[in-house]
């Protein structure tokens, strides 16, 4: 079964860090772009952030540009989300989602996790 | 950045009937790059609509999506119970990567 698994959420003061973690199984990871999304309570879809699936290429939404940083671990199927310098606007539900096509990115995201929370408040 | 309007905020309509959404950009879209989503309370966003009018794996042909440049649709032929939902459009961009629409809520009458 096609799956992935984020972890990493909590509650954190503004200005504090976090590392959100996404495990994947089912699928052959190294082969897929994925992406990080975030949902504020009660809002809409917002993409955070993207990485190839070789990590030549990497974006960020202009909110978190130089304070979040994305990176990933082929050998352990995972995909990570460093977030620095965190605002009361970071709290979101974050998901991680994954490219419906192999070695390509242009954002048709086919398979989500269930997310993790992130609370920024003091 | 591409901004992408949705209209209506929020559609009431009962089971059996046609449900049209609108997904209007700022500028104009390739085909190829434009998405819609749905997304129900408590669930992940679930991809229905790629290239703007490929359904994804698993999609029922009741869902329907059309369009080019800066107005697309995406169409549900006749509702079903499971349809009422959230529905996103997504477009693929340069700088940012992707932009989501605020979505339109399909609710029942």
């Known amino acids: 079964e096609v799956q992935l698994v984020e972890s990493g959420g909590g509650l954190v003061q503004p200005g504090r860090s976090l590392r959100l973690s996404c495990e994947a199984s089912g699928f052959s990871f190294n082969d897929y772009a994925m992406h990080w999304v975030r949902q504020a309570p009660g809002k809409g879809l917002e993409w955070v952030s993207g990485?190839?699936?070789?990590?030549?290429?990497?974006g960020y939404a202009d909110s978190v540009k130089g304070r979040f940083t994305i990176s990933r671990d082929n050998a352990k199927h995972s995909l990570y989300l460093q977030m620095n310098s965190l605002r009361a606007e970071d709290t979101a539900l974050y998901y991680c989602?994954?490219?419906?096509?192999?070695?390509?990115?242009?954002?048709?995201?086919?398979?989500w996790g269930q997310g993790t929370m992130v609370t920024v408040s003091s | 950045e591409i901004v992408l309007t949705q209209s209506p905020g929020t559609l009431s309509l009962s089971p059996g009937e046609r449900a049209t959404l609108s997904c209007r950009a700022g500028?104009?879209?390739?085909?190829?790059?434009l998405a819609w989503y749905q997304q129900k309370p408590g669930q992940a966003p679930r991809l229905l609509i790629y290239g703007a009018s490929t359904r994804a794996t698993g999609i029922p042909d009741r869902f329907s999506g059309s369009g080019s440049g800066t107005d697309f649709t995406l169409t549900i032929s006749r509702l079903e119970p499971e349809d009422f939902a959230v529905y996103y459009c997504q477009q693929y961009g340069s700088s940012p990567w992707a932009t989501f629409g605020g979505g339109t809520k399909v609710e029942i009458k």
């Open positions: 989602a994954k490219e419906i096509h192999i070695q390509v990115v242009i954002l048709r995201l086919d398979i």
């Open positions: 500028q104009s879209v390739s085909s190829s790059f």
């Open positions: 990485i190839s699936w070789n990590s030549v290429s990497i």
